[in-house]
């Protein structure tokens, strides 16, 4: 299943997270990415939720997120011209020979050091999220003593603002002629 991503922006008020992340509970989606923070507006806050489904499965989540009162706008950015980025933080223990090679290969990814001691040093790096697992990866061998990855963030390109309607979701009978899988989520349409 393909990874969908979704972005919203919800009012910035106690228990809006925890009615989001229910929403996904509820229908059965794994959130595999979540990130929160202040939106460009006072009083609003801007999600990125990553998430795998099916069209029709992005679909509902897109659509039950707009019955949230708290949800303001919502926006798939999956199939879009965007930009998504992470930033992880990984330990990695040095020793005197390793120390040269290790700091080759943040330069490599254009990562930088920002914690240094005799034992360790901590690497900051940023970009997508394969890059990120990329970079994990060649540091394995070295020993990764601690892992942080933020999760993603993620922005239309472009001028165009995040949209202000709710999608349409047709009825699961129109589809029924269509070559795509069934949905195991179609049950779960429009009702939240």
């Given at each position: 299943?393909?990874?969908?991503?979704?972005?919203?922006?919800?009012e910035?008020?106690?228990?809006?997270?925890?009615?989001?992340?229910?929403l996904f509970?509820?229908?059965?989606?794994?959130?595999e990415?979540?990130?929160v923070?202040r939106?460009?507006q006072?009083?609003?806050s801007?999600?990125?939720?990553?998430?795998e489904t099916?069209?029709a499965?992005?679909?509902?989540v897109?659509?039950?997120?707009?019955?949230?009162v708290?949800?303001?706008?919502v926006?798939?950015?999956?199939?879009?011209?965007?930009?998504?980025?992470?930033?992880?933080?990984?330990?990695?223990?040095?020793t005197?020979?390793?120390?040269?090679?290790?700091l080759?290969?943040?330069?490599?990814?254009r990562?930088?050091?920002?914690?240094?001691?005799?034992?360790?040093?901590?690497?900051?790096?940023?970009?997508?999220?394969?890059?990120?697992?990329?970079?994990e990866l060649?540091?394995?061998?070295?020993g990764?003593?601690?892992?942080?990855?933020?999760?993603v963030?993620?922005?239309a390109?472009?001028?165009?603002?995040?949209?202000?309607?709710p999608?349409?979701?047709?009825?699961?009978?129109a589809?029924?002629k269509?070559?795509?899988?069934?949905?195991?989520?179609?049950?779960?349409?429009?009702?939240?």
């Amino acid at each position: 299943m393909p990874r969908h991503i979704f972005v919203a922006k919800v009012e910035d008020q106690p228990g809006v997270l925890n009615r989001v992340a229910s929403l996904f509970r509820r229908r059965n989606f794994n959130i595999e990415s979540l990130t929160v923070g202040r939106a460009e507006q006072p009083g609003v806050s801007r999600m990125t939720v990553v998430v795998e489904t099916t069209e029709a499965g992005a679909r509902i989540v897109e659509a039950n997120l707009y019955k949230l009162v708290n949800v303001l706008q919502v926006d798939d950015l999956t199939r879009k011209p965007a930009m998504n980025r992470e930033l992880g933080l990984v330990k990695v223990a040095v020793t005197p020979d390793s120390r040269g090679q290790i700091l080759q290969l943040v330069d490599v990814f254009r990562a930088r050091v920002v914690d240094v001691d005799e034992a360790s040093v901590v690497i900051e790096v940023t970009g997508t999220p394969e890059k990120i697992g990329k970079f994990e990866l060649v540091m394995r061998p070295y020993g990764i003593l601690e892992l942080v990855r933020t999760g993603v963030v993620a922005m239309a390109r472009g001028h165009d603002p995040l949209p202000a309607n709710p999608p349409l979701v047709c009825d699961e009978g129109a589809n029924s002629k269509s070559s795509t899988p069934p949905d195991p989520h179609s049950d779960l349409a429009m009702s939240v």
